[in-house]
């Protein structure tokens, strides 16, 4: 209908320039337009008195326009366009052979409904104009003889390869367009805005050709499952599961080890299409790997089981993690907090209690010989632990050396410091003109006068402790603030000031009507610091029921995270720990001497095993520029468990070693985000200058594949004087001021 009225189609006018063809004057055809004006004017006031003020406007305005028109259409207005030149250009045609293509509608997959649509619709229009170059890719990119003979379906789909292939191998100047037909499930993880930029930079228009459905309303994808590489023997870790929807549902979620089910939850989804996630915890059991299975239970008939499964492993270390605590006098708080780990915790409790002002109480040692001594004066002694917690403790008690030692403790040796409340604690025990102040995530208040008080407060859940897992009582949101909120008050409070840029408030106290922060965190160097600004929780214990198990899941989840924050002399990870249709595993090793500091010069060696061939071995790389840190590629080649450990040496010494294990697995990647994603493929086609179709557009992509830049091209002057709307245009004004006369009587 568009182009009946105006010759030619939208497309055309969007991407023309206008102008006059006939060469005379733009300033000619103004005055002449205003001449018009004047004799049309002075016509009209001459037969003033037979007509009103009103009518001779109307008059005069359609007259006006008649006049103004046909003086434009005599200055011939075209549009310029610039247009690929027939048979000199190169179109590619990159069709998507990726597993996910194999999915569709039950009758047809998503490729044989994207080259049917293509065959029909949009080839003998293309083929007519311009050599088609057809390339198939998923994990690598072919040419094709033919359309007819598409490859198998692929285990990847590598969207930003296979077009920078295309462009790259393209002959200089021949090439006017690139046409990618996929769903846009793109898992190679490397399709961003620099990738883009790089595809863009070639002046190629990429028109993108979506298919499959946006939604499915008949799939339910267990998307991702976040989990701790490693998890502290006999501890709880929480693994965040995000479940994407297309429709209200309940899933129900298990966790597997091996054929054993160790943990189970229903999730409500939302009738809103989505992703809704979930925290569930698990049992983190002996030391060794665990190969976690988490798994969603199917819902009616669903065509996709494959992403109903993620594994995980989570490697397990031997070695139990060791906090110290000091205290500076008995009270209920020191004796709870100890009671909430049991000899059996899966985190050590050293405590160091002054009894007396040259006398202390030593609890949870190793050896005789442990604090013999009270607090370490030397750093190799104080950075064997993993955390740090100071009570009610003076300052002044401790040598300037130790204090700088305990900054240090947290930002180089990257352990974690917790401060607690009390009467000689924070800033009624001076702390806040140490050193140590520097660490702490809160300004201490500068008054001489008393910032603890035994006053009840009542702790509340910020929204950030709602995100927190230390302080998650509960899986369920709900749930777990309405246990907060049954909390009993705390026994006493201490203010501190100013919170400092990036610190986090978990906690609240309301207290005699004002509310202030009670447990703040944030990062200093390499380790975590915090504030508990109470010491008495104790009051949770007292007034619950003594089934309730509030305040020793409150005080393990927060010794367990101070402990298992603090590195190792020898760390070492994987990108990943799941590795889907992927081979090349990445190890990055961090190694610190006995003082944490980077060991430039050390030896650190792998050994690889993935349980079915003898264990082998190979010597990782210093990387430039990052002292201390080594890396190695691995080649992954067959599906399984793979567990490394590094070992590194210094001069002799062994600094120390570390494990991390790895998932491998073929057949998964492309059963993943099978939806369209036509955010990713609409944000192509923008930044390179072509168009989005859907598949239903497609009988569009061969005009617009004619307007390009790339390639040969050819100018057109496209005359507009003669549109069907011009002249249908005038005849309207002229009859509606026939009208208007015979209305008037004034013929």
């Known amino acids: 209908m568009f182009e009946l009225f105006f010759k030619y189609s939208r497309r055309t006018f969007e991407q023309g320039e206008l102008l006059f063809a006939s060469g005379w004057p733009l300033w000619l055809l103004a005055m002449l337009v205003l001449l018009g004006v004047a004799v049309i004017a002075f016509t009209l006031y001459r037969n003033r008195q037979d007509l009103g003020l009103g009518k001779l406007i109307a008059l005069g305005a359609l007259q006006t326009l008649i006049w103004a028109i046909a003086l434009t259409l005599l200055w011939r207005p075209a549009l310029l366009s610039q247009t690929l030149r027939p048979q000199e250009n190169a179109v590619a045609l990159l069709v998507d052979t990726s597993a996910s293509m194999s999915y569709g509608n039950g009758e047809q997959s998503r490729l044989q409904e994207a080259m049917l649509a293509l065959n029909e619709r949009a080839l003998p229009a293309l083929r007519a104009d311009f050599e088609i170059d057809a390339f198939a890719f998923s994990d690598q990119t072919l040419a094709l003889e033919s359309l007819d003979l598409l490859p198998a379906p692929g285990p990847m789909t590598r969207i930003g390869d296979a077009v920078l292939t295309v462009l790259r191998g393209a002959n200089a100047g021949a090439l006017g367009a690139l046409v990618l037909i996929s769903d846009g499930a793109d898992n190679s993880g490397d399709l961003d805005a620099v990738r883009i930029a790089e595809i863009a930079g070639f002046g190629v228009p990429v028109h993108t050709l979506g298919v499959g459905r946006e939604d499915l309303d008949d799939d339910i994808e267990l998307e991702d499952v976040i989990l701790p590489a490693q998890g502290i023997p006999g501890s709880t870790v929480g693994a965040q599961v995000s479940i994407r929807h297309g429709s209200a549902s309940q899933a129900q979620l298990k966790v597997y080890d091996g054929d054993s089910i160790i943990a189970s939850e229903q999730i409500d989804l939302p009738p809103q299409a989505g992703v809704t996630t979930r925290w569930i915890d698990i049992d983190v059991g002996d030391a060794g790997v665990r190969d976690l299975r988490f798994s969603v239970d199917a819902i009616g008939d669903e065509p996709n089981l494959v992403n109903n499964t993620q594994i995980r492993p989570l490697e397990v270390p031997e070695r139990r993690r060791r906090i110290l605590y000091v205290e500076g006098e008995p009270r209920w708080e020191y004796k709870f907090i100890r009671r909430a780990l049991d000899e059996d915790a899966p985190v050590g409790l050293a405590t160091l209690l002054r009894t007396t002002p040259n006398k202390f109480y030593r609890q949870g040692v190793d050896s005789a010989e442990e604090l013999a001594d009270g607090l370490p004066s030397d750093e190799r002694t104080l950075f064997a632990y993993d955390a740090l917690i100071i009570g009610s403790y003076e300052a002044s008690v401790l040598s300037p050396e130790q204090q700088e030692m305990i900054r240090d403790f947290v930002s180089r040796r990257g352990g974690s410091l917790l401060m607690l409340g009390g009467r000689r604690g924070l800033a009624d025990g001076g702390w806040g003109a140490s050193p140590v102040a520097e660490v702490l995530p809160a300004q201490l208040p500068e008054i001489d006068a008393p910032s603890f008080f035994r006053y009840p407060a009542k702790a509340v859940l910020t929204n950030e402790g709602e995100l927190s897992l230390l302080t998650r009582l509960d899986a369920d949101d709900a749930v777990n603030r309405r246990l907060w909120e049954e909390l009993p008050e705390l026994a006493d409070f201490q203010y501190v000031s100013d919170l400092k840029p990036g610190a986090a408030v978990l906690l609240e106290a309301e207290i005699q009507g004002s509310t202030e922060p009670l447990l703040i965190h944030h990062r200093f160097g390499l380790g975590n610091a915090y504030i508990f600004a109470s010491g008495g929780t104790w009051r949770w214990q007292m007034q619950l029921p003594h089934e309730d198990q509030r305040h020793e899941t409150f005080w393990r989840q927060l010794l367990q995270a101070l402990a298992a924050s603090a590195p190792e002399p020898v760390m070492l990870s994987t990108q990943q720990v799941f590795y889907a249709d992927q081979t090349t595993v990445s190890l990055r090793a961090e190694v610190r001497d006995p003082e944490f500091r980077p060991a430039g010069d050390a030896t650190v060696t792998v050994s690889i095993d993935d349980a079915l061939n003898p264990a082998v071995s190979a010597e990782m790389t210093p990387v430039p520029g990052e002292p201390g840190v080594y890396e190695l590629n691995y080649e992954a080649e067959r599906p399984g468990i793979y567990r490394f450990e590094a070992t590194a040496e210094l001069d002799g010494e062994v600094l120390g070693d570390a494990r991390v294990a790895i998932r491998r697995e073929d057949g998964i990647a492309e059963h993943f985000r099978i939806q369209q994603d036509r955010a990713l493929l609409e944000r192509l086609a923008d930044a390179t200058g072509g168009r989005y179709f859907r598949l239903d ?39 509606g001021e026939w009208l208007f006369r015979l209305r008037w009587g004034r013929l």
């Open 697 to 735: 557009d497609v009988d569009e992509l061969p005009e617009a594949v004619q307007f390009s830049e790339a390639g040969i091209v050819e100018r057109q002057i496209l005359d507009l004087w003669n549109m069907p709307v011009n002249f249908l245009l005038l005849l309207l004004l002229k009859a």
